[in-house]
Nanobody, 128 residues
Framework: QVQLEESGGGLVQPGGSLRLSCAASGITLDYHAKAWFRQAPGKEREGVSCINRSDGSTYYADSVKGRFTISRDNAKGTVYLQMNNLRPEDTAVYYC?????????????????????WGQGTQVTVSS
């Protein structure tokens, strides 16, 4: 019932920054957890970050800790991913995802199968 749409992707040089947004359209459900995934050609979909609606607690993959920051506007249901100090290995299609009853993990990795709603993705390319 809820459609998620990512925006903010593009081409950026190594060391640069981008801010991704994920907006909801249609009927907005009370999703507890929202997350960002990414997938490069020939690679598995990788969990990047997650945020809990209840308390704002967050999860980050080791590969992005200290560089990416996830945030959420609870009133709008919009999530953001601020990406700093981008590297070529960050190049991928970035997807936002949401689930009604999932809690973000404290450790380990995010599983795409745990999320019920997905956006169509936005391309992020980090290159000189």
């Amino acid at each position: 019932q809820v459609q998620l749409e990512e925006s903010g992707g593009g081409l950026v040089q190594p060391g640069g920054s981008l801010r991704l947004s994920c907006a909801a359209s249609g009927i907005t459900l009370d999703y507890h957890a929202k997350a960002w995934f990414r997938q490069a050609p020939g690679k598995e979909r990788e969990g990047v970050s997650c945020i809990n609606r209840s308390d704002g607690s967050t999860y980050y993959a080791d590969s992005v800790k200290g560089r990416f920051t996830i945030s959420r506007d609870n009133a709008k249901g919009t999530v953001y991913l601020q990406m700093n100090n981008l590297r070529p290995e960050d190049t991928a299609v970035y997807y936002c995802a949401a689930d009604a009853d999932l809690y973000c993990p404290d450790y380990g990795s995010l599983s795409p199968g745990d999320f019920s709603s997905w956006g169509q993705g936005t391309q992020v390319t980090v290159s000189s």
